[in-house]
């Protein structure tokens, strides 16, 4: 058993602020239904992840970072040339976006939506595989270079998992 991904994310917002129109109009995701004011948008592609719902409510108070909090919503791009592509659209329509940030594993971008809400445009690639082979992803704490300097408190501050070992079958 293992997650797979998330059915999608739900924005609350203080009213309609043009993030219906930013999201069918800037980031291709087609209008899929309304119901009790709950507006959802779906992106092509296969599920999980291609929902997001938005709850507009006049007076929602703006987010807040802080323990237990979603500090983003995180997108993927196709290719690094459609990420750099979708950049360019969302700068000529006057929102601030950072440049592309290299991740070691990905490359982002951000900016906040009409709404306020921080989202993420990154790439698939480079991937996990660069510095360890996929059959070994998940066995040990790999970090990007600009954090092995703090490994010793990063590690002090997570919890000791412990594998699943294969079970051994014994004959009879």
Request: hydrophobic content about 35%.
């Amino acid at each position: 058993m293992r997650i797979r991904g998330l059915h999608g994310t739900t924005l609350w917002e203080d009213g309609d602020t043009g993030t219906a129109a930013f999201l069918a109009g800037t980031l291709g995701f087609e209008a899929a239904g309304e119901e009790n004011g709950l507006i959802r948008f779906r992106s092509p592609g296969p599920e999980p992840g291609t929902v997001v719902n938005l709850r507009p409510a006049p007076g929602f108070w703006a987010g807040a970072e802080g323990v237990g909090t979603v500090h983003h919503v995180a997108f993927r791009g196709p290719s690094e040339q459609a990420q750099l592509d979708k950049r360019s659209e969302i700068e000529a329509r006057g929102i601030e976006i950072t440049p592309v940030i290299d991740r070691q594993y990905f490359r982002s971008v951000y900016f906040r939506e009409p709404g306020g809400v921080l989202f993420e445009l990154a790439t698939d690639a480079p991937g996990f595989t660069i510095d360890e082979p996929a059959a070994d992803l998940g066995a040990r704490l790999m970090l990007p270079p600009w954090y092995e300097g703090r490994r010793r408190q990063i590690e002090d501050l997570l919890p000791v998992l412990r594998l699943p070992q294969p079970s051994v079958r014994q004959e009879k």
